[in-house]
């Protein structure tokens, strides 16, 4: 099992879902962040004061998934993320040791 954990801009959520569903993925974890890498946030005029935004909002998408699954996943968000600018976003791949269902106790490729 392996865990996909991708970093990408707030407006393409919906489309990354969608690409995911449509190769069959269904469960995927969300969070809301805040960060920065290369683009090192910008400065925003307010009132005429100049400010700098450090750290820019993004999505954090979690999946588990066999990983005969992995490329197809990887492709699908970086296809549905991809703008062409800056700031797209981060795919890491990481191995998952153990799996299990609270609800049911399952393990491994049953627990997702």
Do not use: N
């Not at 100049?50 to 197809?72: G, N, Q, S, T």
């Not at 970086?78 to 609800?103: L, M, N, P, Y």
């Amino acid at each position: 099992m392996k865990k996909i954990e991708a970093i990408i801009k707030p407006f393409k959520l919906d489309e990354v879902k969608e690409a995911l569903h449509e190769i069959g993925l269904q469960g995927i974890t969300v969070t809301e962040a805040k960060g920065f890498g290369r683009q090192k946030g910008h400065t925003e005029l307010y009132r005429g004061a100049e400010y700098v935004v450090d750290f820019l909002p993004k999505v954090k998408i979690e999946l588990v998934i066999e990983d005969d699954l992995v490329e197809r996943a990887v492709e699908a968000i970086q296809q549905a993320a991809q703008t062409g600018r800056i700031g797209d976003g981060k795919i890491f791949i990481s191995s998952v040791e153990e799996a299990i269902r609270i609800r049911t106790g399952e393990r491994g490729s049953d627990a997702i």
